[in-house]
């Protein structure tokens, strides 16, 4: 069934939604803050048409709202009050506890979502087609969630390209601490530590030596800081657990070498080369 698409915040992730549902038929309408930007989203062919006014959202029967953590229950309450009763409501945000909650009371039909794709780049001139294909999106629903809205989120996701999965908002934001929040703060303290050498021609003598090692450990380290702090400020219980097991585990490589056993050591380093395998990673 072909739906009007509503997308708020035409960067990366909603230019993205943007491109690739155009192609398949929908008629998508974006909302920036920018004028400028609106332009741009129309020149690309990433929506049919965009303004700066959430008033123009009336006519959408699914809206993504694509802004960054700190700004997504704010723009729902101004959103809201221009929606037709059966609208969809969905999110795109790395965090889902706060924002279910949050965005829940303000509109029934609302279905947290995570598509968990992206690249370095941000803007609407990132935007790219077939970014989801075969990527994980999140779909976190409550007991209260109607299930048509549920379904509805997951019908798009899929075509998206998207696998989807469905889970309580509680039981996501657990496990992204682990595998998306903690390597942010994990590989910024790489860079920072490095950069803590007090010998500054090492320092200097380290910056070219560095090649791919580097780069991929430290590579989220050094991407946008306020997504490092909107993920830390929003998932803050979740993120000082995996911190703390993460601490742990580091205390105990530490032990190994200042003990000299590398026999243990080496058994550890066996234990995560297998466990790695079991992580999904694609490109």
Not at 23 to 42: D, I, L, N, P, Q
Not at 58 to 72: E, M, R, W, Y
Not at 162 to 176: I, K, M, N, Q
Not at 177 to 199: M, N, Q, R, W
Request: some cysteine; aromatic content about 6%.
């Amino acid at each position: 069934m072909i739906m009007n698409i509503g997308i708020v915040g035409l960067g990366l992730i909603g230019g993205s939604i943007g491109l690739d549902l155009r192609s398949r038929g929908f008629y998508v309408f974006g909302v920036s803050s920018r004028e400028e930007t609106c332009h741009r989203a129309v020149d690309r062919g990433v929506v049919d048409a965009a303004s700066v006014n959430l008033s123009d959202m009336a006519a959408a029967d699914v809206v993504f709202i694509c802004t960054p953590l700190g700004s997504i229950e704010s723009i729902a309450r101004q959103l809201v009050r221009h929606l037709s009763p059966a609208a969809i409501v969905t999110d795109v945000g790395s965090v889902k506890t706060p924002i279910v909650q949050a965005v829940s009371s303000l509109w029934p039909n609302f279905v947290g979502g995570h598509p968990m794709a992206g690249t370095a780049e941000s803007g609407i001139e990132a935007a790219v087609r077939d970014l989801f294909v075969g990527r994980p999106y999140v779909v976190t629903p409550t007991a209260e969630t109607p299930a048509v809205a549920v379904e509805g989120v997951e019908e798009i996701a899929r075509l998206l390209g998207s696998d989807v999965y469905r889970c309580g908002p509680e039981e996501h934001d657990r496990a992204v601490a682990g595998i998306s929040h903690l390597p942010i703060v994990a590989s910024a303290t790489l860079v920072a530590a490095c950069a803590k050498e007090g010998d500054r021609d090492l320092v200097n003598l380290a910056q070219h030596l560095a090649s791919s090692g580097f780069r991929d450990t430290s590579r989220v380290g050094g991407g946008n800081p306020e997504l490092g702090v909107m993920v830390a400020r929003y998932n803050r219980v979740e993120l000082l657990r995996s911190l703390s097991i993460y601490r742990d585990c580091l205390d105990e490589f530490i032990s190994c070498i200042e003990s000299e056993d590398w026999q243990a050591l080496e058994q550890k380093l066996k234990l995560t080369q297998a466990a790695r395998k079991n992580y999904k990673l694609s490109n």
